[in-house]
């Protein structure tokens, strides 16, 4: 079945730096999406990909989508506190989303 | 609206007992789902429904039951609890995902389970 990889497990990262996470699938994609989970929360949408190579931005937040729509990045310029959180990629698989392990974002102020 | 709530927050069950875990949702949403998150281990899906009286299995649907009698409500029911159980399980729901579009998933607060 499908299988959706995310690296790294774990990101720290200095207050102000920048940096990117890396989501992989075995299979070609319809779409992918991320969420963030806050530390004791519950995972929240952040964004959709559709198209092949598409690109979108959220303000410090930055989504790619790869051309083989196999592959998905998400970076974070000028990283800041309110960055902490688990961020989960999740594929599309028939009638549900197969989700990624997460990559848990720390800082260091 | 409240979105998905879920009930209660926080159990702690005995080897053998069982349990139902509550999840409802007031966003007329055809599909829902179950997830258990273990630590490091993402999200995994034990069951979903595409609408009332509907189910289907998921990833680890082992030692859990469902039912979806109504749009509003799915219920996760726990037989036998066994300490391979304690997680936090998550309930979420989400439009109709339509041929080649998804909608996003709505996730609940969770609830925190202990087994031991």
């Known amino acids: 079945g499908q299988q959706v990889m995310q690296i790294p497990q774990y990101q720290h990262v200095q207050e102000g730096e920048d940096f990117t ?18 530390p004791g929360g519950h995972p929240v949408f952040l964004i959709q990909l559709v198209k092949s190579g598409e690109v979108k931005k959220q303000k410090r937040l930055t989504f790619q989508f790869g ?10 310029t000028a990283t800041q506190t309110t960055d902490v959180g688990t961020y989960f ?6 009638y549900k989303l197969s989700f990624g392990a997460g990559t848990t974002v720390t800082v260091r102020a | 609206n409240a979105g998905v709530t879920q009930t209660p927050k926080f159990r702690i069950l005995k080897i053998g007992q069982s349990m139902t875990l509550q999840c409802t949702q007031d966003m007329n949403h055809n599909y829902m789902y179950w997830y258990r998150q273990d630590p490091g281990m993402g999200l995994k899906l034990i ?13 680890v649907p082992n030692g859990y039951n469902v039912s979806r009698s109504t749009t509003e409500d799915f219920p996760l029911r726990l037989e036998l609890a066994a300490p391979s159980q304690t997680s936090v399980y998550f309930c979420a729901s989400s439009y109709l995902l339509l041929a080649g579009d998804s909608y996003e998933q709505y996730f609940g ?3 925190r389970l202990t087994v031991t």
């Open chain 2, 47 to 59: 069951y979903y429904s595409v609408g009332a009286g509907i189910t289907d299995k998921g990833e």
């Open chain 1, 67 to 76: 051309e083989a729509k196999k592959n998905s990045s998400l970076h974070i």
């Open chain 2, 109 to 111: 607060p969770g609830t």
């Open chain 1, 21 to 38: 996470t890396y989501c992989n699938s075995s299979t070609t994609l319809s779409n992918i999406q991320w969420y963030k989970q806050r």
């Open chain 1, 89 to 94: 990629c999740a594929g599309r698989n028939d």
